[in-house]
């Protein structure tokens, strides 16, 4: 041992301020494009299965709709439900990536990082929003096929509501990830929370007619509250008899009075804002 005195060696870290929360949002916000566009598996299974739904399930069944003498296409009713589908897939797998990246230790080298934990989130909700609306734009594309029209207004009123509801249902895998461990338990709870909201939703059929007790569920779902704007937007394009107008598109009502689609876009963004506030709330109790 020499008699000499060891240098100190000071480490400063910086101090914690919005620039850097806002940095930190569009590193993560640019990771999620960057994960999302090397992984080409993933973009063609996110486009498979709605796909199929569209144009296999939708063509094989529209010969059976036929109501007051009229016939509907299938694939023009279900159109608005198969692009929330496409965003749903999408939105949940970028939410998956948080437990991916806690098995292998990534997630605590972001969470020990001098900026806010709810930067990080809210950068994952926001990459994983736009990735998924991204996605859902091929689905949109395929507006001819469902005979709908390839109005621009239509279009881009669709693609913005695409991303609100892609936005909370990021919020909400991301909420769900932050307890979760392993992929297994996530993909099983994933399961267990998607397909009852798709099928509740009134994404692949009507919402009039049914038994009160699934009317209830119905209104209960969130995703309900982002299928129906869309199909209201679809169907106003459309030159369709009252008829067919009650059957296919009756909207959403609470007790008699119709729900109008600005507050249903209302609640999809206060459940967006609302899970993003449970998701940065679960991160900052955990590790």
């Not at 041992?1 to 100190?8: F, K, Q, S």
């Not at 929370?193 to 119905?218: D, E, I, Q, R």
């Not at 704007?229 to 007790?255: K, Y």
Request: net charge positive; hydrophobic share 55%.
């Amino acid at each position: 041992m020499t008699g000499t005195n060891a240098e100190v060696v000071r480490v400063r870290v910086p101090e914690r301020s919005y620039r850097h929360d806002l940095r930190a949002v569009k590193i993560v916000f640019h990771r999620e494009l960057l994960r999302f566009g090397s992984d080409r598996m993933r973009i063609v299974s996110g486009l498979v299965q709605p796909a199929l739904w569209l144009l296999v399930m939708g063509t094989g069944l529209s010969s059976l709709m036929s109501v007051g003498g009229g016939d509907v296409d299938l694939k023009t009713f279900i159109f608005p439900g198969v692009c929330a589908m496409s965003v749903m897939f999408t939105a949940m797998f970028s939410a998956a990536s948080i437990v991916w990246d806690r098995e292998f230790g990534f997630l605590r080298e972001m969470l020990v990082a001098p900026v806010s934990r709810g930067a990080i989130v809210v950068g994952k909700c926001l990459g994983g929003a736009f990735v998924a609306t991204a996605q859902g734009l091929v689905i949109v594309a395929l507006a001819g096929l469902a005979g709908v029209p390839y109005d621009p207004v239509l279009l881009l009123t669709l693609v913005g509501m695409l991303f609100l509801g892609a936005f909370a249902l990021t919020a909400f895998g991301v909420a769900l990830a932050a307890r979760i461990t392993n992929m297994q338990s996530f993909f099983a709870v994933m399961q267990m929370a998607m397909m009852p909201m798709l099928f509740l939703s009134g994404a692949l059929y009507p919402l009039s007619g049914l038994p009160a007790w699934l009317g209830v569920l119905t209104k209960l779902n969130p995703l309900t509250y982002a299928v129906d704007p869309m199909r209201q937007a679809v169907f106003d394009r459309l030159d369709l008899s009252p008829e067919l107008e009650r059957t296919f598109n009756a909207g959403i009502t609470w007790n008699g009075w119709q729900v109008p689609v600005w507050l249903e876009l209302v609640m999809v963004v206060g459940m967006g804002l609302g899970l993003l506030g449970l998701a940065i709330l679960q991160f900052r109790r955990g590790e």
